[in-house]
């Protein structure tokens, strides 16, 4: 059985950074993409980031120059670096292996 757990959101300033966390157990494919998406209030989780297992990296493009993926495939890690955060980005950040496999949330909370 697979389980994804996340950590790290929090309430942060705008401009300031957080690191999220995913971490997995049980079985999971090696073909299978790493990725992040959230769930902004009063809209449908929409997708963030991905990792594939060769290392290849996409965004949103409200969040390129700002996120960055990375992940451990031998350790089922999983991270994601945002910096220069805004108040739009306020939401549940959700880990996906393979849009199989999901997370509970973590939640991201940028205000002043």
């Known amino acids: 059985q697979v389980q994804i757990v996340e950590s790290g959101g929090g309430l942060v300033q705008p401009g300031g950074s957080l690191r999220l966390s995913c971490a997995a157990s049980?079985?999971?494919?090696?073909?299978?993409?790493m990725g992040w998406y959230r769930r902004i209030p009063g809209k449908q989780r929409e997708f963030v980031a991905s990792?594939?297992?060769?290392?290849?990296?996409s965004y949103e493009d409200s969040v390129k120059g700002r996120f960055t993926i990375s992940g451990d495939n031998g350790k089922k890690m999983g991270y994601l670096q945002m910096n220069n955060l805004k108040p739009d980005d306020t939401g549940v950040y959700y880990c996906?292996?393979?849009?199989?496999?999901w997370g509970q949330g973590t939640q991201v909370t940028v205000s002043s």
């Open positions: 049980g079985i999971i494919p090696s073909f299978y993409f």
């Open positions: 990792l594939t297992p060769t290392g290849i990296a």
């Open positions: 996906t292996y393979g849009n199989r496999h």
